[in-house]
Structures are given as C-alpha cells and as structure tokens.
C-alpha cells in the first residue's frame, strides 16, 4: 500500500507523523476507532483515502469497517471542507422561531446549498438538528462560536466576519 | 488577606457567551483594575442560569442585583455607579414582561419564584472550575457518607425508597436498574453516563455539565460503590465542546485531590472517570447503541435481552443513567430518601428540569416540582406567548414524544399522567407553540428528523417512517388524499410495535398525538387544500379583506399583476395567478391582506 504523501513537500516530511503520534497514544486503548478518527480529522480536516488507508493498516481494522464507522456518524468527512464550518440549527425550537428562513439566507449569502462548500474554500455550510441552545433561538455556530437570535437580515454582517 | 466585599457573578454558559458575556467579563476586569476595586471585588464566571433569554446576565452579591442583557458598554454603569457608589442601575434589571414592574432581586423574579432549584442549586453560583466551591455547599460529602457510613446494598436501598426514575425519558426505576448491575455476575463492571442529548429542545444536561460537573461526577461514583465498579465512562456530544472542557478540569481536580482514582478517601475503592466523545449520531441516545459506539463501532442498538445490566460494555454489566439521574443521586444520600420522596407525585419523585423554548416569553431551564401542571409552567413560570399570539399546543419529550393541546394544560405533570395522554417525559423539553405553528408541519418536522437519524438496522424504521414522511410531505403541499390519514394510523401502529429500539418505537409518537388533538388540521389539509396556520407555503393563500382603502400599492408590487382593482376601492387576488409569494402582504399599510 502507497502511504506516499500527495501534497507540494516535495517528500521532504513524512506525511503521516502527527497520524503516527495520535496512534502511539492510542496503541493500547480498547475501542480507540472513534477518538483516533476524531483527532485525524483535527488534524488533516477531513479523512482523505490515504489517510483511512494508514489507520486501517496500523490499527489492523478492515478498510470497509472504518468506512461504516465513518459514514455513520455525522460529524465524519471524506472530502475537503471549507476553512470555516457554519451548522445552521434545525432543531424544533429553532424551527418553530424561523431557522428554514435563516438556512435561505445563508444559502442566498453564499451561493450554496446545506451540505456544500464554497468553491473558495472558504464556508461549508451544514445543518444540525440541535445545538441546545434552544434558549437562543434561531441559533447558528460558525467554527466553535455560537450566534443566537438570529434574522436573516443581520447573517451578511455574521458571515463578513469571517471573509 | 484581601478583603473582598462583592462578588460579581458572570454567567458563561453557552447561551450567555453567544450573547457575549466573554466581553462583559473582559471589560469589568479591566474597569475593576482601572477603578482601583480589583482587590476588593471578585469577579466570578459560573455556569448556566437557565434564562438565556435574559442574557448575558450579571449578578452582583451580596446584594443579589440581577442584570439582565448586560454589553460592553453597560460596564461603567454597574462599576461606577453600583460597585463605586452602591447605586444600582435601574435601566438593566429584569422588567416583569407584563406589569412592566423592575424587579432588583433574583429570588423575586417570578421566573425562579416558582422553581424548585435541586439539581440545578449550583448552576450559575459556583465556577464550575473550582472544585472547592462545590465542596464548600456539601460536594463530595454523599461520596463520603456512602464509604464511610453505608454498605452497597444500603446505597441501592435507599435509591430504591427514594423512588427516583431515570431522568432520560424512559422514567425506569433507578434503584432497581443498580440493583440487577450488582447482582449480575462478574468481576468488571461500569457505570456510563449518557450525556448524549440529542432531542432538539432539550439542553438540561449541558447546563448541568457545565455549570456544575462535579455534581454528575459525584452521583456516578456512588454509583459505582454501589453497583461493584471501579470505572466509569461519560458519553458527551461533540457538539457541546464547552461541557466536554469543563469535564476534563473537574475530573482532572477530583484525580489531584483524591476524591477519583485509587483508594478514595482511604476506603479501600477504586474509581475513574473517562470521557468518550459522541461523533453526531442521535440513537447513540439509546442505551445499547451508546455502548457500540464507545465500542468504536457503528452506533446501532441492539435487541434487548440482554440488558446492558447483564452485559452491556465489552460484554460487562454495565449501569447506564442519564445526566440528570446522577445528579440527583448526592442529595438522595445526604439528605435522605424521606425528604426526597417527599417531593412530588405518587409514582414521581423529586424534581424534573425542563428545557422552555419556542413561542414562549421567557425561554430557559426550569426546575419544579413533579406534579406541577402544564399551565403553571408555561404561564407563570414562562411569562406566556408573546407579541399577543394564542398558545396553541406544547410540545413534550422532543421527536418521542408528543403535542398537548390547551384543554390539557391543567394535567400535572408526571410519568405517567403523560404516558396516559399519548405524550412522554421524554428528556423534557418544551417547545411552545402559538397559532402561527401548522402541526401537520410539525408533524413532518419531527419525522424528518427521526428519518435521517434512523440507524437502519430495523425495517419498520427504516421504511416505516420514511413512507410516513413521505404521506406528510404530500398532506402538506396539497397532495393529500382521502384515506392518508388512517394509512398513517395504521403504519404508526405497526411501526411502534415492531421497531427494534426506542428511536423507531417512539418515532410515531409526534404524527399520533397531532392526529389525536389537531385532526381537523390535517383534513383541512386534505380536503379543503388549506393550511389553516398559513405555514405550508404550497397551501397558503392570500385575499384581501375589506379594510383595504384602495391604495394600489399591493397591485403595484405584485410580481404576476396578480391584482385587479381601481384606485379607493377594495382590491381583489386572482387565485389562479398568484404565486403566493407574500410581497403583497408586506407592502400592505393597512394590514388588509391576510394568509390562510
């Protein structure tokens, strides 16, 4: 199996190390599959092919296995997402308060639907069913910041933020 | 020694940090130093409050002055006036939403008048930080008293007496559940904490684990005294990255000072704690699906017998409880299961913490009693609906559970008065609703939700619901046939007697209770093709009314010359034309066009 990294180092790094590190501090967890995928994903950003490839190897779990875990679970991502991830909440508080109109506004604002990436790289955007913070409602986290009552009128200036 | 003679509370809870109380602290430490008063004054970040609506919110004691929407710019004010000159500042207490009446003090706020603050008693008092100011109100004292005082089997007793119910929505007795992990054979065994909350409207937990995480941590080591483990896991969403923080520092705390780990309290037991962070699947929720996933392996349940009591982690008996269960477990011990089921309803004991959200003035988290009626909570303690609009139903118990219309409202709520009513605890949240909500609409957004979620281990999950979804999406874009609505009984029926787990046994539970109280919506929807809410954009129509003066500019702005009408006199709507796009009706000065 090639574990050759694809990026512009020229081969100069070995493209794994912090993979390495991560599976070092694991080796002898029982049920390390999640938290190990967890840390690659913080690391890398998403789980590229390559990567999954290396878990599978050193941790001896099928290919096929690792890809049921990862497809199970929302927060896994097999393709590059954007630097900055909005989750726009769709939980029953927020519906009843008006979250498909804020959902509209940031899909107008940024020229995507729910589930996709700016062609910049720039904003993923994805919806989540409940942020639980219900209190604040309509609610929407951009990365690890929270922004509560929301109206669409005011998501452009939220968004500029983080142009 | 300094002397410090106020304390200033800031509440840094999600809700309030998202309304910015980051900046607020930011600014009085600042203006504290500058003034001179930052040996004097403390200043405090505490976990949640429960009224988020309310916030970023201020407490500053000993006087115990509530602000209320507290910014940057209010800063001087409260240091200058109040903490400088003992002034307080009228302008940012909380105002009684209908007398208008300011109310200075926290304990008068009829918002925490009528709340009966057990579980949440250190939320937003302590920094959740500092594990001496849990130990300072009596934490870790119930740990003690069990090693010292209490035999196992005298700690699962008085659980027992103290008739508590698991808080997590299933409402199973407690002691019992401890007692069949004891008495299951083996050596290894664990308690896990489901701190997997997922049910939209609901976020008790995260309020507790980060306003108070000891107190959960505390509980789940009495527990494992009980029950015969030396090891617990704590299963926490990844969505709550504040919570999963101020676990890691409080079982860090407990560890340094002995109150984990080995030998504890030189008695002899053993005990640790290990987070497990969820990946975003919400039947981790259920119990055996939870312990898949900590297994690393896709979270799907399992056909039970085997209980997890039996074998549960790694095939060890396991105790599962939820957040709330083991938080209440300290006070059952210290102050006794006499006082505790001296709390509440004949088959409910003790407290429930309910999540307020929705059409609701006064949004949060509130304590009270079982056996308090729906009515009491949402009007007394919920300040009622707001901008003037009607309560039309509540919502219990998130996707499992179900709608209660207003001829409900005066039913104590319990276990199983709710149960009765085809609704459930649930983990207790309630999502108010006022006449602008279509339940029909409701019915499906909750079936949405269900669907994606489903594992799809389980066929009538998996196809039952989504044939159901697929039943709504048509009742509510005008589609709905004659017949869709007993079709909908009766796969809701199969459905809930057949799924494999909680999450698809209850995914009916929304469609049944709407059928139940609010039919004659759904065969508005069918028959007559009208959303009487006016929520359903497919369905909405628009007409004008006679107090239309004939002003045109209706006419001017519709996109499809929809309207017809000559300048002072009542326009009129071309049904056939209209693309119910709602410009007309927001161009209206007159408020003469109405949807429905």
Redesign the interface.
């Known amino acids: 199996m090639s574990n050759q990294c694809k990026c512009n180092c020229g081969g100069k790094s070995n493209a794994f190390t912090q993979l390495d590190e991560i599976l070092s501090k694991y080796q002898n967890t029982k049920g390390a599959l999640i938290p190990v995928l967890q840390e690659a994903q913080s690391a890398y950003g998403y789980l590229a092919r390559e990567v999954v490839d290396y878990i599978a190897e050193k941790m001896n779990i099928p290919v096929s296995q690792i890809y049921g875990v990862v497809t199970f679970y929302s927060q896994f991502h097999l393709n590059p997402r954007g630097k900055n991830i909005i989750r726009v909440c769709q939980g029953t508080a927020c519906h009843v308060r008006g979250a498909k109109a804020i959902l509209k506004a940031v899909e107008d604002n940024l020229k995507i639907a729910a589930g996709e990436t700016t062609s910049d790289l720039n904003f993923t955007l994805e919806t989540v069913a409940c942020l639980g913070a219900c209190g604040l409602a309509p609610v929407m986290m951009v990365n690890d910041d929270t922004h509560g009552r929301l109206t669409p009128e005011g998501i452009t200036e939220i968004l500029d933020k983080y142009r | 020694m300094e002397h410090i003679r106020s304390h200033v509370l800031i509440c840094s809870g999600?809700?309030c940090?998202?309304?910015g109380s980051k900046k607020v602290h930011a600014a009085l430490q600042e203006k504290l130093a500058q003034k001179g008063l930052d040996k004097e004054v403390k200043l405090v970040e505490t976990g949640c409050h429960g009224f988020?609506?309310m916030?970023p919110l201020v407490i500053v004691y000993p006087e115990g002055v509530f602000y209320v929407r507290v910014q940057e710019e209010d800063v001087t004010d409260i240091v200058e006036n109040h903490l400088y000159k003992g002034r307080i500042v009228e302008r940012l207490l909380y105002k009684e939403p209908i007398s208008l009446e300011k109310v200075p003090n926290y304990s008068d706020i009829p918002f925490y008048k009528k709340q009966m603050r057990m579980v949440l008693a250190n939320c937003g008092h302590i920094d959740p930080e500092a594990i001496e100011e849990y130990i300072a109100l009596d934490g870790y004292q119930a740990l003690g008293q069990v090693l010292s005082e209490m035999k196992p089997e005298e700690v699962i007793e008085e659980v027992k007496k103290a008739g508590l119910r698991g808080r997590g929505g299933g409402g199973f007795p407690t002691g019992l559940k401890w007692g069949f992990t004891r008495s299951a054979p083996g050596d290894k065994k664990y308690v896990v904490c489901n701190a997997d909350?997922?049910?939209?409207?609901?976020?008790m937990d995260?309020s507790v684990l980060e306003g108070d995480p000891h107190r959960v941590i505390e509980g789940m080591a009495v527990c494992g005294y009980a029950i015969g483990a030396d090891e617990g896991y704590i299963y926490v969403?990844?969505?709550?990255?504040l919570a999963i923080k101020r676990l890691k520092i409080a079982i860090k705390q407990a560890m340094e000072i002995g109150l984990l780990g080995e030998n504890i309290l030189g008695s002899g037991f053993n005990f640790k704690v290990k987070i497990?962070?969820?990946?975003?699947?919400?039947v981790c929720g259920e119990e055996t699906a939870l312990l898949a996933?900590?297994?690393?392996?896709?979270?799907?349940p399992r056909p039970r017998p085997p209980f997890p009591a039996v074998s549960g982690l790694?095939g060890k008996p396991t105790n599962i409880n939820n957040v709330e269960t083991f938080a209440n477990v300290p006070q059952i011990i210290t102050k006794g299961s006499e006082w505790y089921a001296a709390i509440g309803t004949e088959g409910s004991k003790g407290t429930k913490v309910f999540?307020l959200?929705?059409?609701i003035n006064h949004?949060?988290?509130a304590e009270v009693p079982m056996g308090i009626t729906m009515r009491e909570i949402i009007y007394e303690i919920g300040g009622g609906i707001p901008n003037g609009k009607k309560f039309k139903a509540v919502?219990i118990g998130?996707p499992s559970g179900g709608c209660l219309p207003e001829q409900l409202l005066d039913l104590p709520v319990d276990y199983d008065s709710l149960i009765k009513v085809g609704a459930m605890m649930g983990s207790g949240?309630l999502?108010v609703?006022d006449e602008t909500?279509c339940m029909v609409d409701?019915a499906k957004?909750?079936l949405t939700?269900t669907q994606s979620?489903s594992?799809g281990k389980c066929t009538p999950c998996r196809e039952g619901t989504k044939r159901m979804l697929e039943i709504l999406t048509r009742i509510t874009e005008g589609q709905g046939r004659v017949g869709d609505i007993e079709l909908l009984e009766t796969m809701a029926r199969n459905i809930k007697a057949t799924a494999l787990c909680g999450l698809g046994q209850t995914a009916p539970n929304p469609v049944l209770s709407t059928l139940k109280y609010f039919r004659h919506e759904y065969e508005a929807h069918i028959n007559d093709k009208k959303c009487p809410a006016g929520a359903c954009a497919k369905l909405a129509g628009y007409n004008i009314t006679d107090l239309c003066k004939g002003c045109s500019l209706c006419k001017k702005a519709c996109p499809v010359d929809a309207i017809t009408g000559v300048v002072k006199s009542q326009h009129e709507i071309d049904q056939t034309k209209c693309i119910k796009c709602g410009t007309c009706l927001t161009k209206c000065p007159f408020k003469a066009i109405i949807k429905g």
Do not use: N
């Open positions: 999600t809700g940090v998202s309304s988020c609506e916030g909350e997922g049910d939209p409207g609901a976020f995260r969403r990844a969505e709550y990255p497990k962070e969820g990946a975003g699947a919400f996933s900590i297994e690393g392996k896709r979270g799907m790694w999540a959200t929705g059409r949004t949060g988290l919502q998130g949240g999502v609703m909500t409701l957004f909750f939700f979620e594992c």
